[in-house]
C-alpha cells in the first residue's frame, strides 16, 4: 500500500495539480498507511472511521488551480456546479467543507467522490485503491479549470466580470504554462505486427499525458490491425498502457470488448467510415472550453446541448458534435462517425478531442496539439473585446 501511495503522490506533483510536499495520503489495507507523517493524519483517520473507503487524496491544489478552486469556493459556498461531461460523469456536483474537522470532511464526501476544503486544499477518496482518490481530484481541477475560463468567457460576452473576477482571471493567467508548440516524435507506421503496435500505442499514451492533453490519465487510444480494433481498456491509465489494450475483432468473434473503453463503438464507426488506422482521444482543456461556446441565439435553452444539439458547429476548424459516452441514439457512436468522415479530428461538446491518423500516431498527436492551441488562442482572442479589459 505504502508503494502505492507513493506514487500517486508523486503523480499529483508530477501532473501539476499538487503543490510539491502536500500531498497527504492514506490507505486501508491490513492496517491504515499514509505516505508520510502529517498534523492533518488525525482529522482524516477519522473519516476513514465514519466512511466504508480504502483510501484518502488530500493536497493543496497546484497553481493556477488553487487560485481557481479558492475563487469559485469564495463565489459559490453551497457547492460548485460545473458543467463539462467530466464532472456529469464522475462528479455530478462538488461540495464544499466548511471546516477542516472530521465531521465536516466526511459530511462532504459521504455522497460525493471529492470535495474541497476551502483555502486548504482538495479531498478525494476511493473504495478499492488510491488510484480512484487521484482521478477524482485530477477531475475536480479539471472541472473548476474549464468553469472558471467558461465563466469569464460568458462574463465578457455580456456586461463584463466583476472586478474581483477580474483580479483572480489575472492571477491564474499569470500561472498558465506556456502551450507545447512541438508534437514528439512517435513510432512510424504503418504498424504490422502486433508486438510494434502495443509499444507504439504505449508510446503515444505516455506522450498524450506528458503534454498534459488529457484529465489525470483519461482518454483512449485505438489502431486497427487488419480487422482487429486494439483498443485502451476501460479505466486504464494512458502513461501505463502495457498489458492494459484489447483486441477486438470487428466481427464480434471475442469477448474482449467487455474490458475494453466505452467508446470502442465509436471508434469502430470511425474506422468503418474513413481510411483511417489510428485515433487519440484526449480531454484537452481549452478544446473542451470552446466546445462549449455558442453563438446561437435562437436556440431553445431547455435542450441538453451536449448530447442533442442540431446545428453545424465548429471551432478552430475542427467540427464539434454532441455525443453521450457508449451507444444509444444520442451515443457516440453515431454522432462522432460522420464528422471524421468529413474531418481528421472532431470535438465533442464539453467532453474532449478525437484525432486519427492513416499509418500512426503523429498526425493526430500533432492534431490534438495544434487545435488545442487554436483554441488556446481563440479564447484569448475573444477576450479582446471585453467591456472591461
Known amino acids: 500500500m505504502k508503494r502505492l501511495l507513493d506514487k500517486y503522490a508523486k503523480k499529483l506533483v508530477g501532473q501539476g495539480l499538487a503543490a510539491p510536499g502536500s500531498p497527504l495520503l492514506g490507505g486501508l489495507d491490513a492496517e491504515l498507511e499514509w505516505n508520510r507523517k502529517a498534523p492533518e493524519v488525525e482529522v482524516l483517520r477519522g473519516v476513514f472511521e465514519r466512511m466504508s473507503i480504502n483510501s484518502l487524496v488530500f493536497a493543496r491544489p497546484a497553481e493556477p488551480y488553487a487560485s481557481i478552486i479558492d475563487f469559485l469556493a469564495a463565489r459559490y459556498p453551497e457547492g460548485i456546479c460545473p458543467r463539462d461531461c467530466e464532472t456529469r460523469t464522475f462528479l455530478h456536483d462538488i461540495p464544499l467543507a466548511v471546516d477542516f474537522d472530521t465531521d465536516a470532511v466526511a459530511g462532504a464526501i459521504r455522497k460525493r467522490k471529492a470535495a474541497i476544503i476551502p483555502g486548504k486544499g482538495v479531498i478525494s477518496h476511493g473504495t478499492v485503491s488510491p488510484e480512484q482518490g487521484f482521478v477524482f481530484y485530477s477531475s475536480v481541477c479539471f472541472a473548476c479549470f474549464v468553469l472558471f475560463f467558461s465563466e469569464y468567457l460568458s462574463a465578457c460576452a455580456g456586461e463584463g466580470p466583476d472586478p474581483e473576477f477580474q483580479k483572480a482571471f489575472k ?25 510494434t503496435l502495443l509499444a507504439a500505442m504505449a508510446e503515444a499514451g505516455r506522450a498524450v499525458v506528458d503534454y498534459g492533453l488529457v484529465d489525470s490519465f483519461f482518454g483512449n487510444i485505438s489502431c486497427l490491425l487488419g480487422d482487429t480494433v486494439y483498443i485502451s481498456q476501460t479505466g486504464s491509465s494512458l502513461d501505463e498502457l502495457e498489458g492494459c489494450i484489447d483486441p477486438c475483432p470487428r466481427d464480434g468473434s471475442s469477448c474482449a470488448g467487455l474490458t475494453a473503453s466505452s467508446e470502442l463503438s465509436a471508434h469502430e464507426g470511425v474506422y468503418a467510415r474513413s481510411g483511417t488506422r489510428c485515433i487519440l482521444h484526449g480531454h484537452p482543456r481549452f478544446s473542451v472550453i470552446m466546445s462549449m461556446v455558442c453563438d446561437e441565439t435562437d436556440c431553445d435553452s431547455s435542450r441538453e446541448c451536449h448530447i442533442r444539439c442540431p446545428k453545424e458547429r465548429y471551432v478552430a476548424g475542427v ?11 444520442t451515443g457516440l457512436c453515431n454522432t462522432l462517425p460522420p464528422a471524421m468522415e468529413r474531418s481528421p479530428a472532431a470535438i465533442v461538446h464539453g467532453h474532449g478531442l478525437f484525432a486519427a491518423g492513416e499509418t500512426d500516431f503523429n498526425t493526430p498527436f500533432r492534431l490534438m496539439l495544434e487545435t488545442e492551441n487554436r483554441c488556446r488562442r481563440e479564447y484569448f482572442r475573444r477576450l479582446e473585446s471585453c467591456p472591461r479589459n
Open 171 to 195: 492571477t491564474v493567467s499569470d500561472h498558465l504554462a506556456s502551450p507545447h508548440t512541438e508534437a514528439p516524435a512517435l513510432a512510424e507506421g504503418p504498424f504490422n505486427d502486433e508486438e
Open 319 to 329: 467540427p464539434v458534435v454532441p455525443g453521450e459516452v457508449g451507444t444509444g441514439p
